[in-house]
């Protein structure tokens, strides 16, 4: 997972896990003036935001910064193929109920800082750390210049970045439509789990009309 700082324009784009950044920074990283921030250069599982924090010459806020975020309900449901079908996670993998019921409290980065020696610690960072979180920074406020939507991704991204080429399809999964995992109990909590998303940018679960 890599932010990306294109120098020339001194716009910084922050890669949150599971809203198209992989295109996104593969994309960017092909222009001369980039400057890329993997997730991997740090050991700890914190949040893209407070990673970036540490690696960047100047304040963050010195930057134009850019960052997408996704429908929470649709989010969960690709971060759980993430770990359990991209990129396993788990000998036996838990069903999505399961996963999402499961004790999100414990496995969270305060109880297993190493991200990529921990395999449920790599779970928390793709699925447990909100994208509110990942977008926050250590002062928990979310100063983010402009916030697109995953489900405009070319569009939102050509804005963004001026960048007319076709983005890249990574870490692609075979999936059916994100409300077909969820029961009544299931769709609640995520509801919980993501307020000030859901507050900010009106997101709803739906269901499509068969």
């Not at 990283?29 to 250069?41: I, Q, T």
């Not at 050991?43 to 806020?61: F, I, N």
């Not at 134009?64 to 649709?74: E, G």
């Not at 970045?161 to 870490?171: D, I």
Request: glycine letters at 4%.
């Amino acid at each position: 997972m890599t932010s990306v700082l294109l120098k020339d324009r001194n716009v910084l784009f922050l890669h949150v896990p599971k809203t198209g950044g992989g295109s996104i920074s593969r994309m960017l990283r092909s222009r001369r003036d980039a400057v890329a921030y993997p997730v991997r250069a740090m050991s700890k599982a914190e949040p893209c935001a407070v990673q970036l924090e540490k690696q960047l010459r100047k304040p963050r806020s010195e930057y134009q910064t850019v960052a997408f975020v996704r429908n929470p309900w649709d989010w969960t449901v690709s971060g759980y193929l993430h770990v359990t079908q991209n990129k396993p996670a788990y000998n036996k993998p838990p069903s999505f109920r399961d996963f999402v019921m499961g004790d999100w409290e414990g496995a969270t980065i305060l109880r297993y800082p190493d991200k990529f020696v921990t395999a449920i610690a790599y779970v928390a960072y793709h699925t447990q750390i909100t994208p509110w979180a990942h977008l926050s920074g250590t002062d928990r406020n979310l100063r983010i210049d402009r916030i697109c939507r995953f489900e405009n991704l070319a569009s939102d991204t050509y804005d963004a970045f001026g960048y007319t080429a076709q983005l890249p399809h990574v870490n692609r999964s075979a999936r059916r439509h994100y409300s077909e995992y969820f029961d009544d109990e299931t769709q609640a909590v995520i509801a919980a789990r993501h307020p000030q998303l859901i507050k900010q940018f009106g997101y709803r679960f739906h269901r499509p009309k068969s």
